[in-house]
């Protein structure tokens, strides 16, 4: 019933830029906080960004500030992850997350991921 489908990822070169999508169904998607992750083989997963439900309010790791942007369209049950600049340590399987702790639906659910190799 839930899903979270990733969309956008593949080969960049240093410095270029990609917009990573996140398509949600099976659930209120206006409600949920929506995040980002990343894991690189051998590393721990790591929030890359996150954007809240109603007021939009964002936050981002300090290694990707000022080159990443994530919005939401919820009437498209979508959310984003413009990425720009990008560096070889970008390159991860990129996740998205949907997250609401409380309240009737609430609920924790990923995606499959999708694959960002920056390289040149």
């Known amino acids: 019933q839930v899903q979270l489908v990733e969309s956008g990822g593949g080969l960049v070169q240093p410095g270029g830029s990609l917009r990573l999508s996140c398509a949600a169904s099976?659930?209120?998607?206006?409600?949920?906080?929506m995040k980002w992750y990343r894991q690189a083989p051998g590393k721990e997963r790591e929030l890359v960004a996150g954007?809240?439900?109603?007021?939009?309010?964002?936050n981002y790791a300090d290694s990707v500030k000022g080159r990443f942007t994530i919005f939401r369209e919820d009437a498209k049950n979508t959310v984003y992850l413009q990425m720009n600049s990008l560096k070889p340590e970008d390159t991860a399987v990129y996740l998205c997350?949907?997250?609401?702790?409380?309240?009737?639906?609430?609920?924790?659910?990923w995606g499959q991921g999708t694959q960002v190799t920056v390289s040149s």
């Open positions: 954007i809240s439900m109603f007021d939009d309010v964002t």
């Open positions: 997350n949907a997250r609401r702790d409380y309240g009737l639906g609430r609920g924790d659910y």
């Open positions: 099976g659930f209120t998607f206006s409600l949920y906080d």
